[in-house]
């Protein structure tokens, strides 16, 4: 009898310990098919607040960061950083293209297969997948020619709480333009955010600026040097329809 008793236990305790290895197998599978949930579209990050309004003086811009939209107009490093914890395979970025709006890469080849892209080409796109669709983000090196800038548009210059706005009178150069008012309340060389406000336009109102510097006669202005971190954005696309915002926190509802 006591054999037969230490047979039932060992059978009791032998089926325990299948379901408790089983039960972790299920648990530790559970925890793997989450993980890889979670990974496949990685939750897009705040962007950099403090950054952005040392930068942005447009409270339009301030408003949309603030409501959580990626809009046009602003510098290049917002969308960047809400899209930093992306993977290679999830996105491409900084691809050459022709024009806001084309998807497709510029390159040449030279030689033995050797590939480069124009130093001269001034658009690029950026492409992301999201768990709501595809996102593509243009932007562009500034320049005035590109940037439709003309003559009767008005320059808004923001200098110490104060905006500073002129008729521009002619373009230099695609670097360069001349406004009709000298301005010489602001510094030369001063690092400078500024808007151009265009007077007629098919689609643009209004284009950003983050390093125009005025120079000595107080009303010529050139580009400052910049790097792609503050390239504006000039066009969104999400699902193959252009948008006026991307709104990322609810994407993040879906990746959550």
């Known amino acids: 009898m006591e054999n ?7 059978f009791k305790g032998t089926m325990r310990m299948k379901v408790f290895k089983k039960c972790i197998l299920f ?39 603030v409501e959580g939209k990626l809009t046009a107009g602003m510098p290049y490093f917002v969308v960047n950083q809400l899209f930093k914890t992306y993977s290679e395979g999830m996105m491409e970025i900084k691809i050459p293209v022709a024009s806001l709006g084309s998807k497709q890469r510029l390159e040449e080849v030279e030689g033995w297969n050797r590939e480069f892209v124009d130093p001269d080409i001034k658009v690029f ?20 020619y590109t940037m439709d800038v003309s ?23 695609s670097s360069v333009l001349t406004v009709k008012d000298s ?9 400078l955010y500024a808007e151009i406000r265009y007077n007629d336009h098919p689609w ?9 510097e005025i120079l000595s006669n107080a009303k010529s202005f050139k580009l400052g040097e910049i790097n ?12 193959n329809e252009p948008v006026p915002s991307f709104k990322w926190r609810e994407v993040n509802k879906d990746e959550n």
């Open 4 to 10: 037969k008793n230490s047979q039932v236990k060992l």
């Open 125 to 144: 796109l950026n492409k992301y997948e999201t768990s709501k669709g595809t996102l593509y983000v243009w932007y562009q090196r500034p320049d005035f």
């Open 183 to 191: 301005l010489p309340q602001i510094p030369v060389l001063t690092s």
């Open 27 to 65: 648990f530790t599978a559970l925890i793997i098919l989450i993980q890889i949930g979670c990974s496949q579209y990685p939750v897009l990050q705040e962007p950099d607040a403090q950054m952005f309004s040392q930068t942005v003086d447009s409270e339009v811009l301030r408003d949309s960061l």
């Open 228 to 239: 792609f971190e503050f390239y504006p954005i000039e066009l969104l696309e999400f699902n």
């Open 204 to 212: 643009r109102e209004v284009s950003y600026w983050y390093n125009i």
């Open 151 to 173: 003559s009767r548009d008005t320059l808004c210059i923001f200098f110490q709480d104060t905006v500073f706005c002129s008729v521009i009178n002619y373009l230099n150069k």
